[in-house]
């Protein structure tokens, strides 16, 4: 199992410009997550997802958009970058089955995104 | 006030040492407890996880709930260069809430 995998892992943008990330996962899991994490601020939840079709806003949800067509992918969609968005990006996803995978969020290797 | 207050450090170390990492939290909500170990440039991977107060251990790790406190600790035993990375607590309220809420890490270096 690849488990949380993220494309691209590192991208330059310039003000202005839009962008897509790329979230998948091969473990059935019925939610997820995106994060940003920045220097001095941890990590914070942008957008959800509780199944296929549902999304909803997290903690710092302004300028992203998310999609989620298929169980196994989750899209962050940056509509017009700001370099207030340079970041490092994780998804993440969970299990609905029981209380202890609920809470077991397996997290991808990231995505570093830099705005010029 | 932050929902969960964790000191960013960093935190230096020799090994072999013993080493606390602590977080407190103000949402007396919060139910289920993780720490999170995050190594440099990955993703955070799931160290240890209670919903009780008191202690769990799993090999050199010890996770520690003080719910009457609102105090959470992780201790790491016989510390190895491995063990350097950043720690992040995590917290959950339960229920049909199952998003968490993050602590701002702590960067821990083990030196030989």
């Known amino acids: 199992n690849a488990g949380v995998t993220q494309t691209p892992k590192f991208r330059v943008l310039k003000t202005g410009q839009s962008m897509t990330l790329l979230c998948a996962q091969d473990?059935?899991?019925?939610?997820m997550y995106w994060y940003r994490q920045d220097p001095g601020m941890g990590l914070r939840l942008i957008h959800y997802?509780?199944?296929?079709?549902?999304?909803a806003k997290g903690e710092v949800p302004d300028g992203y958009n998310v999609s989620r067509l298929k169980k196994q992918n989750f899209l962050l969609g940056l509509e017009s970058a700001a370099p207030s968005q340079t970041s490092v990006y994780f998804c993440?996803?969970?299990?609905?089955?029981?209380?202890?995978?609920?809470?077991?969020?397996?997290f991808g290797p990231g995505t570093r995104l830099l705005v010029l | 006030q932050k929902e969960v207050e964790q000191d960013p450090g960093p935190l230096s170390v020799p090994e072999g040492a013993i080493v606390s990492l602590n977080c407190t939290y103000s949402?007396?909500?919060?139910?289920?407890f993780m720490w999170y170990r995050q190594y440099s440039r990955k993703g955070p991977e799931l160290l240890m996880y209670?919903?009780?107060?008191g202690n769990k251990e799993d090999g050199r790790f010890t996770a520690q709930v003080d719910k009457s406190s609102k105090y959470i600790s992780l201790f790491i035993r016989d510390s190895q260069p491995s063990d350097s990375a950043t720690y992040l607590c995590?917290?959950?309220?339960?229920?049909?809430?199952?998003?968490?809420?993050f602590g701002k890490g702590t960067l821990l270096t083990v030196n030989p």
């Open positions: 993440a996803s969970s299990s609905a089955r029981d209380r202890t995978l609920q809470e077991t969020q397996y």
């Open positions: 473990m059935n899991h019925e939610y």
């Open positions: 997802s509780v199944g296929e079709g549902t999304t």
């Open positions: 949402n007396s909500a919060f139910q289920y």
């Open positions: 209670t919903y009780s107060s």
């Open positions: 995590a917290m959950v309220v339960g229920g049909s809430n199952y998003k968490l809420t």
